[in-house]
């Protein structure tokens, strides 16, 4: 059969060939990639580098792994897609490590991730020293997630919440009427009950105070739910019904145990006094896994530690064993536990805990993790594709990395990355350079081939970079005034002070887990007065808040921007054109043409949000979920618009010839010609291009968007705004994703920001763009609790000469 023979075929010559590639942008690719080998994947963001490594080589590994595998298997396993391509030969299956947040379930931690939670549980119950006479418990009971595990209190959670007169009603001279039952929901649901409440003979006009002790207690407390009928007050419109009484701490229990708006439970708990649980100290555990103890520590203490801390606590154990049986079950246990544990500290994550919760890692954090649990997997002749595993890392941080990709290659694989860094690409062992521009402007393989072959290749924008010259000489500003903060509280930050320098280009720098995020995107737009101003609903449930003693200068500063790398949107009706508001000039110029006017359609009418013009099938999402068995949410473009979101009316409406459907196609570029006429249109677009988004498509959604494309729109977004200066922004590490030429771009465009009266701050390990700085802060010298210092603050070539700096040698040889 002709899939044996391709693969036979490419065993014999070490090179995967692929050929007629036209996925997305790619154009007719053709490429030979050798297999065991580090390859390199680069090129200008939206050149087409995923789509070649991704959305072919990977996509096509995978539907011939489902292809082989029995149909009813098949349809447990979330469906691929078939890539576009010809021919491709000598391809082994792959394994996809893609940038993704931690799953949403908080119960997720780097032990589970990683699965080191199994040795430990093990090594404690084979292991642990046991209280005299308390017999041996199973691995499971050291586990909060297990029934026999969990602490029977809080189920593990380690949390307890109760309420009071006090949490329910935080000012009880205020009425029912106005509010007293702070705990109630607001809006309609919360007339309702003061409606109930009066027809069930209570006076809802006197301050809650005075209603008699028993009153109080029952309106705030019962378990009780009558139904009475209800005519609405003052509401003529309104009709009679039946409704159903809720006391105030049933609804908040209620809301907190089943709502799925996290938004809501925060606004319920906030009623509520939390506590760590009593039966188990708050660690969740049952109180005799607790009694159990390794080197003096419970379960509970040794996955608190850093996983630096238990390396060392480890090694003395991971020795060959005497005869003992026991003694022997120790040193298997961590023997195992200690060479899984040393990967993740070379690769710069000593400082995180196991019981650390997944959705507070960042997104380069978790693919290091992933990276580290799949080098023990034992997995050997199959290509890793990795997506910028250098993110969120230091440049001291690099050469660990390299060693641990070559370390999965010795084991037999293939390790693919599509990666900006220049360190990591020049100590690849083969270059695939994408290019040469971005959307139809590339799609072409430049060159595949060892790496100091691209220095030859004319087209090509990487070749620039992989030798860079010295940083441009310029002169830097500085501060006109200075934001202080004074006894700053968070994470791995104590006690710390730090200035930052007001209009002025400032850069944060330091390993990772040094405390850089914790400082700018927490503490600073804290003490800056920005997080009234979060943007999103989320930030503030994480309740992530610092302890800041002081904050002086913080008048200086009008406005706090944090341009974060969170989707601009959560669903796919948000997209480029409706974020930056240019869809709003273009739905107005298609309400102006003739054909609208005769037919009376307003600027509503191009819209796919609300009915009218759009779709009624799919209501303008352009898809429809396909209901399969056993196989969530599958999409399929709606048969009624074909994807168009529109109906048929709508479309027969175009400027210059295409419809409203057809605009939403076009690229940043190619509209920014097309809508040449519509000035607010073009500025937007313009602004975008500038960014580096030119490839991007105006109704690409907003779920399809990498967390670096949604902060540069964001960051386009501003740059349009009235400007008004003296607003603060904050952005954490702004280049991931951007490839060398682009980052130029994105430094121009910040000191352009500063150039108007504004103070720019920025978390890097770009050391471009810390060169570009005027003034720098590096924390260190290490993460977690080794870091968490001010290690070195000055102009760039101050902190390059910082001895104690880590940053230090990296960034003079940026500025040499
Ligand atoms: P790179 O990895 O080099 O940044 P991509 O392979 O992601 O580039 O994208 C190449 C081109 O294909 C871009 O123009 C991009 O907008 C487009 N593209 C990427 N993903 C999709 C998709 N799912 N649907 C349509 N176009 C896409
Ligand atoms: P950086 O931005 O320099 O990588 P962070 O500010 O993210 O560093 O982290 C500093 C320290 O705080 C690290 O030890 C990290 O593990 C810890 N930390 C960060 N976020 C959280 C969190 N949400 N919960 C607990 N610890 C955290
Ligand atoms: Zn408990
Ligand atoms: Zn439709």
Not at 6 to 31: M, S, T, Y
Not at 222 to 235: A, G, I, L, N, S
Request: net charge negative; proline share 5%.
């Amino acid at each position: 059969n002709s899939f044996a023979r391709e693969q036979g075929k490419g065993r014999h010559d070490g090179f995967i060939h692929v050929r007629g590639a036209n996925e997305n942008n790619l154009q007719n690719v053709e490429a030979r990639i050798p297999r065991d080998s580090i390859v390199a994947f680069t090129g200008v963001s939206g050149s087409g580098k995923s789509s070649l490594a991704f959305g072919t080589i990977f996509a096509e590994s995978q539907r011939r792994f489902l292809e082989s595998v029995a149909p009813y298997a098949r349809r447990l396993i979330a469906q691929g897609h078939t890539p576009k391509v010809e021919f491709i030969s000598g391809l082994p299956p792959a394994v996809a490590l893609q940038q993704r947040r931690g799953a949403a379930s908080s119960r997720s931690t780097v032990g589970t991730l990683t699965t080191l939670s199994n040795s430990v549980r093990m090594l404690f119950s084979r292991a642990g020293s046991y209280p005299q006479g308390a017999p041996r418990l199973d691995s499971d009971a050291f586990s909060t997630n297990t029934a026999v595990g969990a602490c029977s209190v809080c189920h593990g959670v380690g949390t307890v919440h109760s309420v009071s007169e006090k949490s329910l009603v935080p000012d009880p001279t205020l009425s029912i009427r106005d509010g007293a039952i702070a705990a109630w929901p607001g809006a309609w649901q919360g007339k309702n009950l003061r409606d109930i409440t009066t027809h069930l003979g209570y006076d809802i006009d006197v301050p809650f105070q005075t209603l008699p002790e028993e009153t109080r207690q029952w309106l705030l407390f019962t378990e009780d739910q009558p139904v009475v009928e209800v005519t609405p007050e003052r509401d003529r419109v309104a009709k009679p019904y039946k409704g159903r009484f809720w006391s105030a701490e049933r609804y908040v229990r209620h809301t907190v145990a089943t709502s799925k708006s996290e938004n809501l439970r925060a606004k319920a708990l906030a009623f509520m006094h939390s506590q760590d649980c009593p039966e188990c100290a708050g660690t969740g555990f049952r109180p005799d896994a607790l009694q159990v103890s390794f080197s003096g520590l419970n379960i509970s203490e040794f996955n608190a530690k850093p996983l630096q801390f238990l390396a060392e606590l480890l090694r003395p154990f991971a020795v060959p064993a005497e005869e003992e049986a026991q003694a022997e079950v120790i040193s298997t246990i961590s023997t195992d536990l200690l060479a899984r544990i040393e990967v993740l500290v070379e690769l710069g994550l000593g400082y995180l805990s196991l019981d650390r919760s997944t959705p507070t890692l960042s997104p380069g954090e978790m693919q290091r993790l992933r990276i580290a649990t799949q080098l023990r997997a034992g997995l050997f002749g199959v290509i890793y594709v990795l997506d910028e595993p250098s993110a969120g890392l230091h440049p001291a941080d690099v050469q660990p990395l390299i060693e641990v990709l070559s370390a999965l290659k010795a084991e037999g694989n293939s390790v693919f990355v599509v990666e900006h860094n220049m360190d990591v690409v020049s100590r690849a062992e083969w270059i695939v350079d994408v290019g040469p521009g971005a959307g139809s402007g590339g799609g072409q393989v430049l060159y595949s081939g060892e790496v100091q072959g691209l220095a030859q290749v004319e087209k090509s924008v990487t070749r620039r970079f992989l030798e860079p010259g010295p940083a441009p000489h310029r002169e830097l500003r500085t501060a006109k005034e200075w934001l202080e903060l004074d006894g700053v509280n968070l994470h791995n930050l104590v006690d710390v002070h730090a200035s930052f320098p007001l209009g002025t280009f400032c850069s944060v720098t330091g390993v990772s887990g040094s405390g850089k995020s914790s400082l700018v995107s927490v503490a600073l737009a804290q003490g800056a007065g920005g997080l009234a101003l979060a943007e999103s609903e989320e930030q503030e449930d994480a309740a992530q808040r610092a302890v800041i003693a002081q904050a002086r200068g913080a008048e200086q500063v009008n406005r706090v921007v944090l341009m974060d790398q969170k989707p601009i949107g959560r669903t796919p009706r948000s997209n480029v054109a409706t974020y930056t508001g240019l869809f709003d000039a273009v739905r107005k110029a298609f309400a102006e043409l003739p054909l609208s006017k005769e037919r009376g359609y307003s600027a509503g009418r191009f819209s796919f949000n609300v009915a009218g013009g759009r779709c009624e099938n799919c209501l303008g999402e352009g898809f429809l979920e396909i209901e399969l068995l056993f196989l969530p949410g599958t999409y399929g473009p709606c048969p009624q618009c074909h994807g168009t979101r529109y109906n048929q009316q709508t479309l027969e409406v175009e400027y210059a010839g295409k419809n409203i459907a057809q605009i939403l196609e076009l690229s940043v570029n190619e509209a920014e010609e097309f809508l040449a006429d519509i000035p607010a249109a073009a500025r937007a677009l313009a602004t975008l291009r500038e960014v580096g988004l030119g490839y991007l498509q105006l109704g690409q959604p907003a779920t399809e968007m990498s967390g670096g494309e949604a902060q540069r729109i964001k960051l386009a977004t501003e740059l349009q705004r009235q400007r008004r200066g003296h607003t603060l922004y904050l952005l954490d590490e702004p280049t991931t994703g951007l490839h060398p030429a682009d980052v130029q771009l994105l430094i121009s465009q910040l000191q352009q920001l500063v150039d108007q009266d504004n103070t720019v701050i920025v978390v890097e390990h770009h050391m471009d763009v810390v060169a570009a700085s005027d003034w720098v802060i590096d924390l260190g010298p290490a993460g977690g609790d080794g870091g968490g210092r001010i290690v070195a603050a000055g102009t760039p070539a101050q902190v390059a000469q910082n001895e104690a700096s880590r940053t230090a040698q990296y960034l003079a040889r940026r500025l040499a």
